[in-house]
C-alpha cells in the first residue's frame, strides 16, 4: 500500500488530476479489506485496487465520471448473480466504496500519513464520505493531528474511535455523525506502524528474505556481526543493516508481538544468545534455520542457557513450511509463509482442503 500511496502523491505532485477510491465498509467475505485504495489519472492509468478485480471496472467508471465534475459519492456493490456482465463480487462479499476528486488537501494528508507511519507513528486518517461535509479529512498521528471533518464532534468522535481500532488491532470503521452534522458518515482507517521482520545471518537466505519481507509491507532490518558480508550493498531490499551481534542488538530494539526474527547463521555461538534474547521478548514470530539434528542440539543448548521449555516451544524450527524450497528465493517464499499464517493465527494447510471462509472476516463489519 505504501508504494501506491507514493505513486498517488508523485503523480499529484507533477500536475496530474486523480480521483481516490477508498473501500470504506465491507461485509462477509470481501476481496479487500476497508482502506484498500485505487486512483485513476485523468490519462486513465489504474493505481492500487478496491477488490483484486471484481468491481473495478465500475469502479473506474464512476472515477472517471468524478474527473468530469460528478460529486463525490458511495457506490455499493453486492453479490453478482453468476451473470457474466453484472457488476458484483462472485465471492459473495460486499463493499461500499467512496469515490472522490483528488485534492490537494487530500494528497498532503495522505503523505504527511505515510511519512508519520514510516516514522514508526501511530496513524489514523478521518474522511466525511457522505454529506455536505463529504471530502473533509482529519489527520491524527502520535505526534498529533492536522485537518477537520469541519464539525469539533466530529473530529473528537474520529479520535476516540481511532483509538479504539488501534487497541483491538482492527481494520478500517465507519461510525455515523448525523447527531453533529445531519447525513455525515465518517471512515476511520487506522495505520499501525510496519511489523518488523528482523532477519539474523547475512548470507544469500538473507538477502532473499529481505527482498519478499519488504514485498510483503515488513520494515526489514538484517543484523551480524561479521562486517565483511553484513553491507548495504549486499542486501539493497533491507532499510536498515547492522553490524552488530544480535543478542546484543535485540537488548536495545523494541521488538513487539508483531515484531518477527528470522535467525539464519545455524552457528551455535550465533544462535544460542540471539534466541535466547528472542524467545524471551514479545516477538509474535521466531524460526531458525537447520537441520533436524541440528535443531536438536541447539534445542539442548537453549534449554542450558535458560530457555524454559515454554518459550521453547514457540521457536519456529526448522523454519518455515514444507513447501519442498531449495534454493534462497523458494526458501524466502517458504518462510514468509509461515510467518503469514502465524501472524493470522492460520494452520497453512491447502485452502482446497478447508470448508470455511477464504477471506479472513474478524473484525469486519455486519450489515
Known sequence: MDDELDEIVRRHRVGQRLALATVV??????????????????????????????????????????????PASVEHYGVSDGDAFEVGLSCGGQIDVFVEPATSEAIELLSAGLQARRAQERVALATVVRGPLAGRRLLLTTSGGSGSLGVDELDQAAVALS????????????????????????????????????????????????????????????????????????????????????HRFLESFPVAASTAICVLTHDPKYDVPALVAALKSDAGYVGAMGSRSTTEKRSALLIEAGVTQEELARLRAPIGLDLGASSPEETAVSIAAEIIASRHGSSGAPLAAGTGPIHDVRGLQDP
Open 163 to 246: 483509538e479504539q481500532l488501534h487497541a483491538q488491532g482492527g481494520r478500517g470503521s465507519t461510525f455515523d455523525g448525523v447527531a453533529a452534522a445531519p447525513g455525515a458518515e465518517v471512515f476511520v482507517h487506522p495505520l499501525a506502524p510496519a511489523a518488523d521482520l528482523l532477519i539474523f545471518g547475512a548470507i544469500d537466505y538473507a538477502s532473499a528474505l529481505a527482498r519478499i519481507g519488504r514485498f510483503l509491507g515488513y520494515r526489514v532490518t538484517v543484523c551480524d556481526a561479521r562486517a565483511t558480508f553484513t553491507t548495504e550493498q549486499r542486501f539493497p531490499d533491507a532499510h536498515e543493516v547492522v553490524v552488530d551481534w544480535p
Open 25 to 70: 465498509r465491507t461485509w462477509a467475505s470481501s476481496p479487500r479489506p476497508a482502506g484498500a485504495m485505487m486512483a485513476v489519472s485523468e490519462d486513465g492509468d489504474v493505481i492500487g485496487s478496491v477488490s483484486g478485480g471484481c468491481v473495478e471496472g465500475a469502479v473506474y467508471e464512476t472515477a472517471q465520471r468524478v474527473l468530469a465534475g460528478a
